[in-house]
């Protein structure tokens, strides 16, 4: 007798599922915010001009490099992105949610997808996505600026003070670092490859390491799209101020 030995016909193709509920309406915030923060971030990138206000600096242009273009022809933002955006692409999490919003790969779980043959990420261009633990590296160095811009933000000339941006950029920054050390590289490296931490070298170290990373790990997924929110609502308050087309209210 064939079949599945469930009762029920198995289904196959593109779409094709036996769940009963709405699967592809989780699909939509992805599209709409991941693919709006990529649509704001590229046009931000190609504009090429940077915006501050007083201590304020957008955190797209920093650290602002060459402002005046005198070495750099093109925007700084296509640099600087160039490493947080390369780290949020390769993310683990962020591979799972663009693979089904936007290639539809699976569209969901026991969700039919496009036929083709599974390769995983071992071919090209997909297996670049395991050089996520070196822009890892390279993020750190970014978040290290964005907490100067932040500390620099309560400096203004008539002395120490802080405004709803400054609040707006510390809150980004705390958002960026829950979202970058909750990284999967960052556990592994701090507990990967171990059977007995009591038997490594600085085995106790690595173990605490690794239970805080965990921690911070089990909610990757919220700091992903926090922090995802909040470095572009950052951006767009710091210009929107310069432009004059809002004003910040001085908090102390």
Request: charged letters at 15%; proline letters at 5%.
């Amino acid at each position: 007798m064939g079949g599945t030995g469930t009762g029920i016909a198995p289904v196959s193709g593109f779409g094709a599922t036996l769940r009963r509920d709405a699967w592809w309406v989780e699909l939509l915030p992805v599209v709409i915010v991941l693919g709006g923060f990529g649509i704001y971030a590229t046009l931000r990138a190609f504009e090429g001009k940077f915006y501050e206000w007083g201590s304020y600096l957008t955190p797209f242009y920093s650290p602002l490099i060459d402002p005046q273009h005198h070495w750099w022809p093109w925007s700084p933002a296509i640099l600087i992105l160039g490493g947080p955006l390369g780290f949020r692409t390769t993310c683990y999490y962020y591979r799972k949610a663009y693979y089904r919003a936007f290639f539809l790969d699976p569209p969901g779980c026991a969700v039919g997808e496009p036929g083709r043959k599974y390769r995983g990420e071992s071919a090209f261009p997909f297996i670049l996505q395991n050089v996520h633990r070196y822009f890892f590296y390279i993020a750190v160095v970014f978040l290290a600026f964005l907490w100067h811009d932040a500390v620099r933000a309560f400096f203004w000339d008539d002395g120490f003070h802080a405004g709803l941006g400054t609040v707006i950029m510390l809150a980004n920054v705390v958002l960026l670092s829950l979202y970058t050390f909750s990284c999967h590289s960052l556990r592994h490296l701090a507990g990967g490859r171990l059977d007995c931490f009591s038997c490594a070298t600085f085995g106790k170290p690595r173990y605490n390491a690794w239970r805080w990373v965990t921690r911070l790990n089990e909610r990757h997924m919220l700091w992903a799209w926090t922090s995802l929110v909040s470095v572009g609502f950052t951006d767009f308050y710091i210009r929107m101020v310069s432009s004059g087309a809002l004003h910040d209210v001085r908090l102390f």
